[in-house]
């Protein structure tokens, strides 16, 4: 099986943009999970989706948002960006209950 | 909410040395991961371990759920064994559906 596929991989973007990341999970898992990773925070949750509906959310601001399609797909759309959002951003799926699965992560940096 | 403590931070060893990594967590859990980030920031799943001992080659990892904490155990290291591993924890209780992460241990491995 193919794993979890994380797109774009690397992003550019300036102050007060927008962005959106993706993420296709495994074939046949319905939760998609999202962190944030920065060297002073660590990794954080950011939020977890079944079944096109969110699940559990973390300690964010409403800038950061996020969506799963009928096929499991996810994205993530953070708006009005800053400066300390520059971080990676990762994505895990997983069937249940159990073995969460990370894909590669996409790098933002916000200049 | 959930504390999870890894010791050590850091940790530098000699190609074939052993070493073990501890993860202190503050309450109880449903699930428990190990995982290694790589230098390109992708989180490998090492163990799915909320209880029990399993092994992989030369890892092996070691939960003991009634006392809160798990280990990592890593036999005759490699260079390639270099980077940061985390501890990751899901709260027990309904309603959670997500990973706490713990601050990493960083190991290097010298040849």
């Known amino acids: 099986k193919a794993g979890v596929t994380q797109t774009p991989r690397y992003l550019i973007k300036t102050r007060g943009q927008q962005v959106t990341l993706s993420c296709s999970p495994i074939?046949?898992?319905?939760?998609v999970s999202w962190y944030q990773q920065t060297p002073g925070q660590g990794l954080q949750f950011l939020f977890e989706?079944?079944?096109?509906?969110?699940?559990n959310k973390g300690n964010f601001p409403g800038r950061f948002s996020g969506r799963q399609f009928s096929n499991s797909r996810s994205e993530m759309n953070v708006s009005t960006l800053e400066l300390g959002d520059s971080a990676l951003y990762l994505c895990?799926?997983?069937?249940?209950?159990?073995?969460?699965?990370f894909g590669p992560g996409t790098r933002l940096l916000v200049l | 909410g959930i504390q999870v403590e890894q010791s050590p931070p850091d940790l530098i060893l000699q190609e074939g040395a052993n070493s073990t990594l501890r993860c202190n967590f503050s309450d109880s859990v449903n699930n428990l991961q190990w995982f290694h980030q790589n230098p390109w920031g992708q989180l490998i799943n090492l163990f799915y371990?909320?209880?029990g001992t399993k092994q992989n080659g030369r890892l092996s990892a070691t939960t003991v759920a009634t006392e809160r904490y798990s280990l990592l155990y890593i036999s005759s290291s490699q260079t390639t064994d270099s980077g940061v591993y985390f501890c990751a924890v899901e709260p027990k209780g309904s309603g959670t559906y997500k990973y706490i992460f713990g601050t990493g241990t960083r190991l290097k491995v010298l040849a």
């Open positions: 895990a799926s997983r069937t249940s209950q159990e073995t969460q699965y």
């Open positions: 074939s046949g898992h319905r939760s």
């Open positions: 371990i909320p209880s």
């Open positions: 989706y079944f079944s096109e509906t969110q699940r």
